[in-house]
């Protein structure tokens, strides 16, 4: 049972890693023979591991087709960053309020470790930094529900960004962002902390918005 249980979280995690990086392209169908051969283990794992990514909505399941990659759309990555402005607003104002010296010490280590990362040198590095430095910024919010759905939607913001890979941040700042993000939530300013992280997605979403435009209109074109 053990045995099983670490396979199937094996799997778990690899499967994860594919759809976010895009190696799994979206709208494609998830073929578990294909994939359990890659991962060297039984169908029974894959299945498990793609069932649970799929209540994540990282995996899309159809009872008569299978499992599919979500396919990506610029209308699609609105609403998810529409929601994700909306959410974790509320969320880094409900960790400032409750936060304590522990929530701030780890908010300053992170920060400091993601500084010292080179985002291209150790891009697998600094994108686990990055996602625990913003999930420490909200990890006080009293509701984990909602820091759990933040992550979530973090995750797959993440898979936007993955895909969206050739569009560069030209001038851009990323750090100095996550400085003020960060010192706005130290000095226990929640409506400064939520306004700065808001402009942070805008701003990432910008240069997504742009690239996934350009994808569309290729797509279009070759059709």
Not at 29 to 51: H, T
Not at 73 to 90: G, H, M, P, Q, Y
Not at 125 to 137: I, N, P, V
Not at 147 to 165: G, P
């Amino acid at each position: 049972m053990d045995s099983h249980r670490s396979l199937t979280s094996r799997a778990y995690h690899q499967i994860r890693e594919m759809v976010l990086s895009g190696e799994i392209q979206p709208g494609s169908r998830i073929q578990i023979d294909q994939l359990r051969k890659s991962l060297d283990m039984g169908a029974s794992p894959v299945r498990e591991a793609l069932s649970t990514l799929s209540s994540e909505q990282l995996v899309v399941r159809s009872e008569q087709r299978g499992f599919w990659a979500p396919d990506v759309s610029v209308e699609d990555f609105k609403n998810l960053l529409d929601t994700r402005l909306r959410v974790e607003a509320i969320a880094i104002s409900d960790a400032v309020e409750h936060g304590d010296p522990a929530w701030e010490e780890r908010i300053v280590m992170l920060q400091y470790r993601l500084n010292s990362l080179d985002r291209t040198e150790k891009a697998i590095e600094w994108e686990a930094a990055h996602r625990d430095f913003h999930h420490a910024l909200i990890a006080a919010c009293p509701s984990h529900y909602l820091v759990d759905f933040c992550m979530q939607l973090y995750d797959l913001a993440v898979r936007y960004r993955n895909i969206a890979r050739p569009a560069a941040y030209p001038k851009r700042k990323i750090s100095n962002e996550h400085q003020g993000i960060a010192e706005a939530a130290l000095a226990r300013d929640g409506d400064r902390a939520a306004r700065l992280l808001v402009e942070h997605y805008r701003k990432t979403g910008e240069f997504l918005f742009d690239c996934l435009s350009e994808q569309d209109g290729a797509i279009k074109e070759a059709v």
